[in-house]
């Protein structure tokens, strides 16, 4: 049989990158020269880097896709909305496109990755939360934006990079965790880091550390992570929840994250036990696969499906 090779441009924060997938292999990662700011230099970027032997293009893109094609809005790359991005995308390849959302994208590799759970929920714990549901003989039951979930209702609750207040992400997503750590440190006059990464760096060697502040915000991110994986369970009753995001595999290797956030869980269950029945799985990272390559291989097999 014939290896059928797919080129796949996976796109987010981080901004956008090419990698041909064949028979759950993904290949060497490449990147723009300079950042991509428009959908010209998108299209010029696709087809330069779109494999000759390439059956068909796939996208996991981060944002709402209609009809697999359609970008309707994307928050981390904002001048992608209102693109037929599939419509483009095949014009310019003149091979079979399909755009899928990240969770849907991640959801599908997460499957491949894990191929002897018939049904389980992947969380997305990253900058933002989000992820999807697999079903057997269904595929992606559902994707969700389960960080806009409210945990709290009271006027006091933590306000939301979104403008609401109570959400799953005022308590746990990465960008309001970390303007609460800048905060922190400009109240105790330590200086604030420059990047992303070592704000949230020097909150894990604080909190290793033991010190109060950093504890009293990994306190609320379990508090929040808990809370929500509880509402999971009572509503879905996931037997494995697969994690994925920056975010998420650092937390979780930390001490008693996990531990504390069991606990959290099982206050909130009708039924305590019900949390030990539901298993915590994580996306392999490198070497094994390359970051996000369960967004790789899921967009790969479902730009397949149109072969």
Excluded at 98 to 106: G, I, K, L, P, T
Excluded at 132 to 142: A, D, H
């Amino acid at each position: 049989m014939t290896k059928k090779i797919v080129t796949v441009f996976e796109g987010g924060g981080s901004g956008i990158r090419a990698a041909d997938v064949c028979c759950g292999h993904i290949s060497d990662v490449r990147w723009p020269k300079n950042p991509i700011t428009n959908v010209d230099n998108l299209l010029a970027f696709v087809a330069q880097h779109t494999n000759s032997k390439a059956v068909a293009v796939g996208y996991s893109m981060a944002g709402s896709i209609e009809d697999h094609c359609f970008v309707q809005k994307s928050p981390n790359l904002p001048w992608l909305d209102g693109t037929n991005l599939g419509k483009l995308t095949k014009q310019v390849t003149r091979r079979p496109t399909y755009v899928a959302n990240d969770a849907e994208a991640s959801v599908t590799g997460a499957h491949i990755l894990f191929p002897d759970l018939n049904y389980f929920m992947l969380i997305i714990w990253s900058s933002g939360i989000g992820g999807g549901i697999w079903r057997e003989k269904v595929g992606v039951l559902s994707r969700f934006e389960g960080g806009h979930m409210c945990l709290d209702y009271s006027d006091s609750a933590p306000t939301c990079a979104c403008g609401m207040q109570g959400c799953v992400e005022a308590f746990c997503g990465g960008k309001n965790v970390q303007t609460k750590i800048t905060e922190k440190l400009r109240d105790l006059n330590i200086d604030i880091p420059l990047t992303e990464k070592e704000i949230g760096g020097l909150l894990d060697a604080h909190y290793i550390n033991g010190e109060a502040w950093a504890k009293e915000i990994y306190g609320q991110v379990t508090l929040g992570m808990g809370r929500f994986i509880a509402n999971l369970i009572s509503t879905l009753n996931p037997p494995a929840i697969i994690f994925k995001g920056a975010f998420a595999l650092t937390a979780l290797g930390l001490p008693e994250i996990e531990k504390t956030i069991r606990a959290e869980i099982r206050k909130k269950l009708l039924v305590p036990s019900w949390e030990k029945e539901t298993r915590f799985l994580r996306i392999p990272g490198p070497p094994r696969i390359i970051k996000d390559g369960d967004s790789f291989l899921g967009a790969a097999k479902l730009a397949l499906n149109l072969i």
